[in-house]
């Protein structure tokens, strides 16, 4: 009973930090493809608008109307923001890609001998991701020695 409750809180919290770290990750992403294709839409305008083919003030006026149009800005932040924040949220769970797998199989055992695996599992990748991205053990030294 009590390895039971161990093993699923160290499974839940393991999930947790997961997705709380693939959605800082997913918001941070989504804010800059949106400020990303807001840019992209206005350079596409701009060049546009200096490609006509004869000068047209009425054709002037129409993509000043759409160039600063709120609606169409909205659209391109609106796109821009679900795309980062998918594309950041993948990401950002690929990372705790183990963690994640062996959290799941002692979550959804009922077998005591998959639930110790899984749990041992979570541990052993949360004690690998600890050492490799706190303490920095595996970094490139010759990149600092030079």
Request: glycine share 10%; net charge positive.
């Amino acid at each position: 009973m009590a390895f039971n409750f161990v093993a699923n809180a160290t499974a839940i919290t393991s999930l947790a930090s997961s997705a709380l770290e693939a959605g800082e990750l997913a918001v941070r992403e989504a804010k800059q493809s949106a400020k990303t294709a807001v840019a992209v839409k206005d350079i596409r305008d701009f060049t546009g608008d200096s490609m006509l083919n004869k000068s047209s003030e009425k054709h002037n006026a129409m993509k000043e109307i759409v160039r600063n149009s709120d609606f169409t800005v909205g659209i391109h932040k609106a796109a821009g923001a679900i795309t980062g924040f998918f594309g950041g949220f993948v990401e950002g769970m690929k990372g705790n890609l183990p963690a994640t797998g062996f959290s799941l199989i002692t979550l959804l055992s009922s077998n005591r001998t998959v639930k110790a695996i899984g749990a041992v599992g979570t541990g052993v990748s949360m004690f690998f991701d600890f050492i490799k991205n706190g303490t920095n053990f595996f970094v490139d030294k010759s990149l600092i020695e030079k």
